[in-house]
């Protein structure tokens, strides 16, 4: 398996302008998790999926960020409109979900620059 | 909600030495604690991790240690080796209903030196 996988690595925008990362999961995990990491603040859960459904949303920093997820294999996290704070790393992990505790496998993170 | 202190926030230490570092939780109901290593530029990726049920767990020179009743859980690395150097981050999880939510510690820079 390829691992999770994120897209794009880097991105670099100007302030007022959308951004979308997106997120593949592994195959067959049902839990999806999107991370925010700052020096300042470590990581952050932002929001989580369970079988495509928000479970928990209460890390969603404002309403200019929303996050989907249409179908097993994929996830988007969009800022609009973005704003230079905006700018860190930004994880998305899977797990093989459930009520239990189960490993979270992370991608390798989209690195965001707002100018 | 869950809260996780970790210390330290930096270690340093040299090759072939021990280290430690500890975590503590407020939430008397998580039971799943995972350890988190990072290396630059790449995402966090599980190490070791202990359930509720288990108060040591070692997989060759990494052992975790647990006390419920402190609400405090430790990682110890011994005979350390540059490949070591990385940010550590504990993290605790309930389970349930929270499909395995976890809250993660502030991280620690280990830096081995040869």
């Known amino acids: ?115 | 909600g869950e809260n996780v202190e970790q210390h330290p926030s930096t270690l340093s230490v040299q090759e072939g030495d021990s280290a430690v570092i500890k975590c503590t939780y407020s939430d008397s109901a998580s039971n799943y604690f995972p350890w988190y290593k990072q290396e630059l530029g790449k995402g966090p990726q599980l190490i070791i991790d202990i359930r509720s049920n288990v108060g040591e767990k070692k997989d060759q020179r990494i052992a975790v240690t647990l006390n419920k009743t402190a609400k405090h859980f430790s990682l110890h690395i011994t005979e350390t080796q540059p490949e070591d150097s990385a940010v550590y981050f504990c993290a605790a999880s309930k389970g349930g209903t929270s499909y395995g939510k976890l809250t993660f510690g502030q991280g620690t820079i280990l830096t081995v030196h040869p």
């Open chain 1, 1 to 115: 398996d390829a691992g999770v996988i994120q897209s794009p690595r880097h991105e670099v925008t100007e302030m007022g302008q959308e951004v979308t990362l997106r997120c593949k999961p592994i195959s067959g995990h049902n839990s999806l998790f999107w991370y925010r990491q700052t020096m300042m603040r470590g990581l952050e859960l932002l929001i989580y999926f369970n079988n495509n459904v928000p479970i928990d949303d209460s890390g969603m920093p404002e309403d200019r960020f929303s996050a989907k997820m249409p179908n097993a294999s994929f996830s988007t996290l969009k800022i609009q409109p973005s704003e230079p704070r905006d700018s860190a790393v930004y994880f998305c992990a899977s797990s093989q979900g459930g009520t239990g505790n189960n490993e979270q496998f992370f991608g390798p993170g989209t690195r965001l620059t707002v100018l």
